[in-house]
Structure formats: C-alpha cells, structure tokens
C-alpha cells in the first residue's frame, strides 16, 4: 500500500512562493513593456526622419539635401563634391545662409531656393526686387535688422539677425540678412 505524500502548505511557505511569482513577473514584464512603449516613438522619429530629397543648387555643382524632422522643422546640408559645406535648420521659421555668394532659403514648409550674388552691406534704404523697401538698420555688434517697408510706408516683416542669420520666403522673395549686415534678396 502506498501511502500518499501530502504537503501541507503553510501560510508562510504560500506567502514566500506568491512574493516569488510576483518578482520574477515583475523581472519579465517590465522589461518587455519598455522595449513594446520604446518601439513606436523609435519608429516615428525615424519615419519622420528617414523623408530626404536632393536638389541641385544655383551655382550648378553643389546639392542641397533636405530632410524632413517633423511638422515645419526641416534640415538642409549643403553638399559640394560629397562634403557637407554648411546646414541650416528651418524649426517653424525660415533659415537662410550666404555660402561663398551662394544665398540659401530653407522655409519651415521644406521648400528651399538658392541665388548667386546681390549681396549688399550696410545700414540704408534699399530698394528690394518686388518693389517694396529694405530699411537695414545696425542694432550693435553682430545684431542687424533688416524691414521690409511696402508701398504705403507700412512694415510688412522684419528680420532680425541677432548673432546669427535671418531669413524669409515673403510671398516668393526670398531674403537672407547675416549677422555681420551682408544681404542679398531675390524672388523665385
């Protein structure tokens, strides 16, 4: 005959064995919910970022690479013999750059323009491509700014280059204002 083994379990011993279930759980879980939660914002940064196009610029051998970050928030590289000479970044304002007299716009839409030459300097009225005004104006050193006045005198936008460069699409007249008071516009 045989006779059956029976394990009392004890409070202390079922307590023991529950608090062991739930750590071991815990040590499983937790991981594999941060690697499920890291995938999806993994993705999408890299979705958004992964929109690149390419587009020959104004002095016929360099290429702007442009690549989308986000909602209005672009990055352009300027590409000359496969090397990167300069970027800017467009996050919800335009961003320009004067590359050796090569004048950039990145506008916060991704849309970007290049010109050769028209570079001015200096404080003064100028007269601007559309007919309107500059009105540039030296704030200290390194800070310029540079209005935009219509034909009934009434500002229309103003840059303002404050230890770094300004620059607009307005209304497809395209402006770059460096922090140093070169600028240069154009309308595309």
């Not at 496969?82 to 990145?106: C, P, S, W």
């Not at 601007?128 to 209005?147: F, I, M, N, R, Y």
């Not at 230890?163 to 070169?182: D, F, K, P, S």
Request: no cysteine; charged share 20%; aromatic share 6%.
């Amino acid at each position: 005959m045989s006779t059956l083994n029976l394990r009392r379990r004890t409070p202390v011993r079922t307590a023991v064995r529950a608090a062991a279930t739930a750590a071991l759980a815990a040590a499983l879980l937790v991981p594999a919910a941060n690697a499920v939660a890291a995938v999806p914002a993994k993705a999408s940064s890299t979705a958004a970022a992964s929109e690149v196009r390419t587009q020959k610029l104004a002095d016929g051998v360099s290429t702007a690479r442009i690549t989308k970050l986000g909602d209005h928030h672009y990055t352009l590289e300027i590409l000359y013999r496969g090397h990167v000479t300069a970027k800017i970044e467009a996050d919800r304002r335009d961003a320009g750059v004067n590359a050796n007299g090569m004048f950039v716009v990145l506008d916060f839409d991704g849309k970007a323009v290049s010109w050769l030459g028209g570079a001015q300097r200096g404080e003064g009225t100028f007269p601007l491509p559309d007919g309107s005004t500059a009105k540039v104006t030296k704030v200290s050193q390194g800070h310029w700014t540079l209005q935009i006045v219509n034909h009934w005198g009434d500002v229309t936008a103003t840059l303002d280059a404050d230890h770094r460069n300004a620059a607009v699409n307005a209304n497809a007249m395209y402006i770059v204002l460096e922090q140093g008071g070169t600028w240069s516009a154009w309308i595309g």
